[in-house]
């Protein structure tokens, strides 16, 4: 096969990779869990110079559902703050305070909690992923005619089981591409059907404490009634 061919089918692949690996940090942005990926896209600005969040704090994942931010110093916690906030407005930020023992100080950090998978995040977070999974089909039609254009015009006059040869790679490559970006989009989807079951869980052993509680309260007040004797 020519050289040529070789390095566009290459090329082809690293793009298709490249479309993939957007769509899969896109989805991790539609935020379900804690992944410190989430502030990667996060600009701190620092008496006007823009910062990336680890030139300026420390990030560590507390809980599935909580990210905590450690500044380098006390007064980046207003910019990392407003920074965060512009990123991910739907994270619950708290200030919080640690004492370290060694240097008998208190230090003070950032809380960060993922929002629960509610009906409204939910329904919200799977139009998300369809917008994006639009998205990332449209970049594969168009680099699939991009390419195969180029293509042809590599293969003008070669033989035919060249040109058999190279349409075929194309064409696993085209497959290989799009059941990848079917693994990502469906591990969202269950990502967030199976945080929402848990919320849906939640609430009703919430609801069914509540019912008991209330079972119970019932019950006492009618034990401490006084029938009244007949005379």
Do not use: W
């Not at 089918?9 to 410190?36: H, P």
């Not at 035919?160 to 085209?174: G, M």
Request: glycine share 4%.
């Amino acid at each position: 096969m020519k050289l040529e061919v070789e390095m566009l089918q290459k090329e082809y692949e690293n793009v298709l990779s490249g479309y993939a690996m957007l769509l899969a940090f896109r989805l991790i942005n539609l935020c379900v869990k804690a992944d410190a990926t989430i502030l990667l896209p996060t600009i701190v600005y620092v008496n006007g110079e823009e910062k990336k969040m680890e030139d300026v704090a420390d990030v560590g994942m507390r809980a599935e559902d909580v990210l905590d931010i450690y500044p380098f110093h006390e007064d980046l916690i207003k910019p990392i703050g407003v920074a965060v906030a512009e990123i991910h407005p739907e994270l619950k930020q708290k200030l919080e305070t640690i004492h370290v023992d060694e240097q008998q100080k208190d230090f003070k950090y950032l809380s960060l909690t993922i929002p629960e998978v509610n009906k409204n995040r939910h329904d919200i977070l799977l139009e998300g992923v369809d917008a994006f999974a639009d998205l990332a089909k449209g970049q594969t039609d168009a680099a699939e005619a991009r390419y195969t254009v180029r293509l042809e015009k590599e293969l003008f006059g070669r033989p035919a089981d060249e040109t058999d040869e190279a349409h075929n790679h194309f064409k696993e490559t085209l497959e290989d591409h799009n059941k990848r970006v079917k693994s990502i989009i469906e591990d969202k989807q269950k990502e967030i059907e199976d945080a929402y079951k848990r919320y849906q869980e939640k609430q009703a052993e919430k609801e069914q404490s509540k019912l008991e509680q209330m079972a119970a309260e019932g019950a006492d007040v009618k034990s401490q009634l006084k029938m009244p004797t007949a005379k």
